[in-house]
Each structure stands twice: as structure tokens, then as C-alpha cells.
């Protein structure tokens, strides 16, 4: 993949979680592995949402339902990558469940940390094979997007590198970007930090109004932003 401007894709994530592996490079490869389920419980399970007490959805700042992403992470695991994580074909259970395995990706990614036991011992470690551990979730997570990457929308979770030293030195280009983003000040910001790339930017704050405008031409970019997060889904170069 090109290091200047790109998008980098589920796939490129599993992938690089492999390289990882065979370059021994064991915490690279566990932090990514271990967010592997954040994509895809978000993916598969769009209706968890955090709740107050009465039932009512909690929403962000853009008024949408907030993800429970800790619930939709246990489900996809439990649910997606469990038979991944048997030992053998015969074993009724994984031999890591889907509350343990959101554990270890909240205390190792936030605090550097294993598993954390209840005080009074009564839970037993769990020791990991970190090769087996990331290996096994990127099998599971291949599964899941090769049987449901035509129904669901992977791209919206797509990581954006955006290459602005290059972008500087380059003239700017007469392709259009359009960028899509319900937070209009936000929009209009990326749009200053983006003139050094074209002459010709637009800002929409729904989907709706970008269909309303007509960009015809090849060489266009997308680039949305949802709670402050860049998606570039358009990996050709200006």
C-alpha cells in the first residue's frame, strides 16, 4: 500500500495483525487483534446501544443512540468468534469467553495490563498463547467479514492516513472532495485544513444534501467524519 494519502480497511487491519505475528512483534499484534471485535460487534449488532434506567436511548452530541460497545463486543464474541477459540472440535466451551476477552482488551490497550482477579482469588488466570490468541480472532473476524461483507458496510470503519506534508508540497488538484459530517463547524474546519488539496471542496451535513449535488467527476474523494473520526473511502491519489 502507498504511504501517502490511503484508507486503511478491515482487511488491511487482520492483515496486519499477521504481519505482526510473523515479525514477532507480540504487543503490536495483540492490541490490534484485540480490537477486532470492537468493528465488528459494532457492525452486527447496531441496536445495542446504552440505555438509562427508564429505557430511554442515550444519545451523542449529534443526537444518535449511543454504542454499548462493551455488550456488542461479549455478543460478537460469544456469538461469531467462540468456535474459533475451542481447543478442540470436541470441547462444549472456548477456552476464552467474550466478557474476558473485553477484560483483557480494556486493561491491556488502557492500562498495560492482564487479566485483573477478584480479590478473594476465586477466579483462575488465564495464560494466553498470544500467537494462537491473535491468529484464532483473525480467522474468526475473516469469517464473520467474508459472509457478511456484502450485506454490511465496512467502510465505516475504515482508518484514514492523510499524508499533509506531501499534500503541502503538491499542487492542488481540480478533484473534488466532498466531506460529509452532521457536525457543520467541524465539516467547515476540515474543509480549511484541506484547501492545500483542492480547489474544489464541499461540505454536507447529511447524506441526503450530498445526493442532492451531482459529482460527476472520476477522480472525487469522500471524506466523512462522525463523532470526529475521519473516513477517507477513496484510496486514489489526487
Known amino acids: 500500500m502507498i504511504q501517502d494519502n490511503a484508507s486503511f480497511t478491515f482487511l488491511h487491519r487482520i ?13 503490536s499484534a495483540l492490541a490490534l487483534a484485540l ?12 441496536e445495542i446501544v446504552k440505555r438509562y434506567r427508564d429505557g430511554r436511548a442515550v444519545l451523542d452530541r449529534n443526537q444518535r443512540p449511543t ?9 460478537w464474541f460469544d456469538t461469531y468468534a467462540a468456535p474459533f ?29 492482564g487479566f485483573a482477579n477478584t480479590e478473594d482469588n476465586s477466579l483462575t488466570d488465564i495464560r494466553i498463547d498470544i500467537e494462537q490468541f491473535c491468529r484464532r480472532m483473525c480467522q474468526a ?6 459472509v457478511e461483507h456484502t450485506e454490511k458496510d465496512f467502510n465505516l470503519y475504515n482508518t484514514p492516513v492523510l499524508d499533509f506534508i506531501k499534500a503541502s508540497q503538491d499542487e492542488q488538484s481540480n478533484a473534488t472532495i466532498a466531506i460529509m459530517c452532521s457536525n457543520s463547524a467541524y465539516g467547515n474546519g476540515l474543509k480549511l485544513a484541506l484547501q492545500c488539496l483542492s480547489k474544489n471542496i464541499l461540505v454536507f451535513e447529511t447524506p441526503e444534501a450530498a445526493r ?15 463523532e470526529h473520526i475521519l473516513e477517507l473511502l477513496n484510496n486514489e491519489k489526487f
Open 15 to 27: 492483515e496486519e495483525v499477521e504481519l505482526n505475528i510473523e515479525d514477532g512483534r507480540w504487543q
Open 212 to 226: 442532492k449535488t451531482s459529482i460527476k467527476d472520476k477522480q472525487s474523494q469522500i471524506i466523512r467524519s462522525s
Open 35 to 46: 480490537t477486532l471485535p470492537d468493528i465488528c460487534g459494532g457492525i452486527a449488532f447496531p
Open 141 to 146: 473476524a475473516r469469517a464473520y467479514y467474508e
Open 67 to 75: 454504542r454499548d460497545v462493551g455488550n456488542q463486543y461479549i455478543r
Open 85 to 113: 477459540f475451542k481447543v478442540s472440535a470436541q470441547d462444549i466451551s472456548p477456552y476464552i469467553c467474550g466478557e474476558r476477552c473485553w477484560q483483557l482488551r480494556c486493561e491491556y490497550l488502557h492500562q498495560n495490563k
